[in-house]
């Protein structure tokens, strides 16, 4: 892949505190899992690489408002996040009890999401890309190969990777920059997407590599 700043960005799904803090929602279910991987420095660490090197950097977060707690059905993660007010917003034009809320950043990225050159895209509503801006914001600035990373591996990720690969970008999945929950009945998410990105990525890249790329 040839990664350099001119077409190349980052992009990353759900750096919010309900799946990446210990006081998240979902952290029982994706704890271990961070912190196996360094999750949180990795994604830390991508963003520095980013900004150091003049890289753009979009985010693809996760809001559900008042409006979509009255969907009639769901998958069982669908279910699990409405039923614990996972990235929940009072709505689409207010911020109020956003601030250190679950679908706030998480406070070690925030500099680098809210320093007024990072594009924050609309919301995805399920899992994928499809429901946001996030392709038209990319093409608008000539991108076309991406370096992904962010929560959930098996769900977002996954789901982003797959419709940007599809829309014709070229994308590296940064392996150890996401993690996934573990489920008691549903299994390992991590080892389940971790397969799927070797068969779909481009490239499936250490926070070690995709750093020393973007220099």
Same mark, same amino acid.
């Given at each position: 892949?040839?990664?350099?700043?001119?077409?190349?960005?980052?992009?990353?799904?759900?750096?919010?505190?309900?799946?990446?803090?210990?006081?998240?929602? /979902?952290?029982? $279910?994706? &704890?271990? =899992?961070?912190?196996?991987?360094?999750?949180? @420095?990795? #994604?830390?660490?991508?963003?520095?690489?980013?900004?150091?090197?003049?890289?753009?950097?979009?985010?693809?977060?996760?809001?559900?408002?008042?409006?979509?707690?009255?969907?009639?059905?769901?998958?069982?993660?669908?279910?699990?996040?409405?039923?614990?007010?996972?990235?929940?917003?009072?709505? /689409?034009?207010? $911020?109020? &009890?956003? =601030?250190?809320?679950?679908?706030?950043?998480? @406070?070690? #990225?925030?500099?680098?999401?809210?320093?007024?050159?990072?594009?924050?895209?609309?919301?995805?509503?399920?899992?994928?890309?499809?429901?946001?801006?996030?392709?038209?914001?990319?093409?608008?600035?000539?991108?076309?190969?991406?370096?992904?990373?962010?929560?959930?591996?098996?769900?977002?990720?996954?789901?982003? $990777?797959?419709?940007?690969?599809?829309?014709?970008?070229?994308?590296?999945?940064?392996?150890?920059?996401?993690?996934?929950?573990?489920?008691?009945?549903?299994?390992?998410?991590?080892?389940?997407?971790?397969?799927?990105?070797?068969?779909?990525?481009?490239?499936?890249?250490?926070?070690?590599?995709?750093?020393?790329?973007?220099?």
């Amino acid at each position: 892949m040839n990664i350099n700043k001119n077409d190349t960005a980052v992009v990353l799904t759900d750096p919010q505190n309900d799946v990446l803090s210990e006081q998240g929602v /979902a952290w029982e $279910l994706v &704890g271990d =899992s961070i912190k196996e991987n360094k999750t949180v @420095e990795n #994604l830390e660490r991508l963003l520095q690489a980013a900004k150091k090197n003049g890289f753009e950097v979009f985010i693809s977060p996760h809001y559900y408002y008042s409006t979509d707690q009255v969907w009639k059905f769901g998958g069982p993660i669908e279910k699990m996040m409405h039923e614990t007010k996972m990235f929940a917003r009072t709505g /689409a034009l207010s $911020l109020d &009890g956003f =601030s250190r809320s679950g679908a706030d950043w998480l @406070e070690q #990225l925030k500099p680098f999401i809210t320093d007024g050159k990072s594009v924050v895209v609309s919301p995805h509503k399920i899992f994928g890309p499809e429901t946001n801006d996030l392709v038209v914001q990319l093409r608008k600035r000539d991108i076309r190969t991406i370096i992904l990373g962010g929560m959930l591996a098996n769900l977002c990720v996954e789901a982003h $990777l797959r419709e940007l690969i599809e829309q014709g970008f070229e994308v590296a999945v940064v392996k150890d920059a996401t993690a996934a929950p573990r489920h008691p009945q549903l299994g390992d998410g991590y080892k389940s997407a971790l397969t799927n990105f070797g068969f779909i990525a481009n490239a499936v890249l250490s926070t070690d590599e995709a750093v020393k790329a973007m220099q």
